[in-house]
C-alpha cells in the first residue's frame, strides 16, 4: 500500500492575493488556496528564496505566517479508507478490496480542506443515497464542490449528468483531477465559478454544502424552485432554522434532517410542483 503523496508540507500564509505567474514556483509547488483577502501556497518542499522573490516581485503581498506539516497532520487525521452507507471512499494511495456491495470512489483531496470525513459530508452521502433509491435523478448541480465528492457520489449512484461548481480555484482543480481518477468525465463537469451564477442550470437535484451567507442568497432566487430535490447542510443551528422557515413557505417536504455532535445540521427536502 503506497504512502501519502507528500511526506512534508511547506505552508506559506499571506494577506494578499498574488498576480498571475505561479508557474513560476517549479515542480514542487502544490497550489495556492485563496480565501477572501488571503492566500496560502503549498509546496512539498521549503521554498524559502522563492517566497522572498515573490515579495519583492509583489510588494503588496505580507507574508502572516509558515507552517511545515505532515500531509496528515494538515488534515487533521490519517487520510484513510472510510465507509458510509454503501460508499466506500478511498484515497487512491490507499485503495482497498471493496465488497459486492460497495460503491467505491476514489478521492484525492490534495490539499484542499477535509477529506471527505466532516459530518456534513457524511451527512450529504447520506442524503445522496436516500434521494438516489427508488428516485430517477438525471441531472444534479452541486455548488460548493470541494473536492467534488459529493458529485461523484451521485454520479457513482446513476446520476447521469452533474455540474460541480466551486468558487476557489484549487478546488475545482481538485475535484477535476477526482473525476478523472473515477472516470467520469463523460458524466460531470467542473466548473470554477460562483454558485449564485450556476443556480439556474436546470437539475433534478441541487446539493448545496456550503456558507451559509451564500446559502441565505440561493434560497432567495427563483431558479431554486426549479429543481425536485434538495441536500442542503454546513448550517449552524440558527442558521438550519433560518432555512428551513423560508423552506416551510415554499411547499418543500423535509424528507430528513441530521443534527451532528449538536452543531451541523443537513436538511434533505423534496420541492411540491
Known amino acids: 500500500m503506497a504512502s501519502s503523496p507528500y511526506d512534508k508540507l511547506f505552508i506559506y500564509y499571506f494577506n494578499g492575493r498574488l498576480d498571475s505567474g505561479q508557474e513560476q514556483f517549479g515542480d514542487d509547488f502544490i497550489g495556492n488556496w485563496e480565501e477572501g483577502d488571503t492566500s496560502f501556497l503549498f509546496f512539498s518542499e521549503s521554498a524559502e528564496d522563492r517566497i522572498e522573490q ?3 516581485v ?3 503581498l505580507t507574508l502572516k505566517d509558515h507552517f511545515c506539516m505532515s500531509y496528515d497532520q494538515w488534515h487533521g487525521e490519517p487520510v484513510d479508507p472510510f ?3 454503501r460508499f466506500l471512499i478511498m484515497p487512491p ?3 482497498i478490496d471493496a465488497d459486492k456491495n460497495d460503491v467505491p470512489i476514489l478521492l484525492d483531496p490534495g490539499v484542499v480542506f477535509g477529506a471527505g470525513t466532516h459530518p456534513t459530508t457524511r451527512d450529504c452521502l447520506e ?3 436516500i434521494v438516489c433509491h427508488n428516485n430517477q435523478i438525471g441531472s444534479a448541480l452541486d455548488l460548493g464542490t470541494g473536492t467534488g465528492l459529493l ?5 457513482r449512484l446513476g446520476c447521469r449528468q452533474t455540474l460541480a461548481v466551486d468558487n476557489n480555484f484549487l478546488a475545482a482543480k481538485t475535484a477535476r483531477k477526482n ?3 473515477n472516470r467520469l468525465q463523460d458524466h460531470i463537469g467542473v466548473v470554477y465559478g460562483k454558485a449564485e451564477d450556476l443556480l439556474p442550470c436546470p437539475a433534478d437535484l441541487l446539493i448545496s454544502n456550503i456558507h451559509y451567507d451564500v446559502m441565505k442568497k440561493l434560497i432567495l432566487c427563483p431558479d431554486f424552485l426549479q429543481k425536485k430535490w434538495l441536500i442542503l447542510s454546513g448550517l449552524l443551528r440558527s442558521e438550519a432554522a433560518h432555512i428551513e422557515a423560508k423552506l416551510s413557505k415554499y411547499h418543500v417536504t423535509v424528507i430528513k434532517r441530521w443534527i451532528k455532535d449538536g452543531i451541523w445540521h443537513t436538511i ?3 420541492i411540491e410542483h
Do not use: F, M, S, Y
Open 54 to 56: 515573490l515579495l519583492t
Open 58 to 60: 509583489q510588494p503588496h
Open 83 to 85: 465507509r458510509v452507507g
Open 93 to 95: 494511495w490507499k485503495n
Open 127 to 129: 442524503a445522496i443515497e
Open 151 to 155: 458529485a461523484i457520489a451521485a454520479a
Open 179 to 181: 473525476v478523472t481518477l
Open 268 to 270: 434533505c427536502g423534496k
